[in-house]
């Protein structure tokens, strides 16, 4: 099977950095579109970037300028690079693969997600 996981989160103070990383594994023949979402508890789970495989990137507005997306073919993975952290910002996030390609078939993947807290 294919796995994602997550991982660099943890405790920031406000303006602080962070940043993830998301390793795809298993039998892949291809991995299209990568994103990273976040969520907290109560709320629907968001969008905060995602990256084509040619390179392309979107970012939510609430993170544009502070957040930059990322990512290495060749070794199947995703980052997320997180400046001037605001509260707001505090969620798990989510590395998310839609259209991952494999001998069964093409499939949507999410890793567990990895906590990031920003507080004083």
């Known amino acids: 099977q294919v796995r994602l996981v997550e991982s660099g989160g943890g405790l920031v103070q406000p303006g602080g950095s962070l940043r993830l990383s998301c390793v795809a594994s298993?039998?892949?023949?291809?991995?299209?579109?990568m994103g990273w979402y976040r969520q907290t508890p109560g709320e629907q789970r968001e969008l905060v970037a995602d990256?084509?495989?040619?390179?392309?990137?979107n970012y939510a507005d609430t993170v544009k300028g502070r957040f930059t997306i990322s990512r290495d073919n060749a070794k199947n993975t995703v980052y997320l690079q997180m400046n001037s952290l605001k509260p707001e910002d505090t969620a798990v996030y989510y590395c998310?693969?839609?259209?991952?390609?494999?001998?069964?078939?093409?499939?949507?993947?999410w890793g567990r997600g990895t906590q990031v807290t920003v507080s004083s």
């Open positions: 998310n693969a839609p259209n991952v390609r494999t001998d069964w078939g093409t499939n949507n993947y």
């Open positions: 298993g039998s892949i023949s291809n991995i299209n579109a």
């Open positions: 990256i084509t495989r040619g390179g392309g990137t």
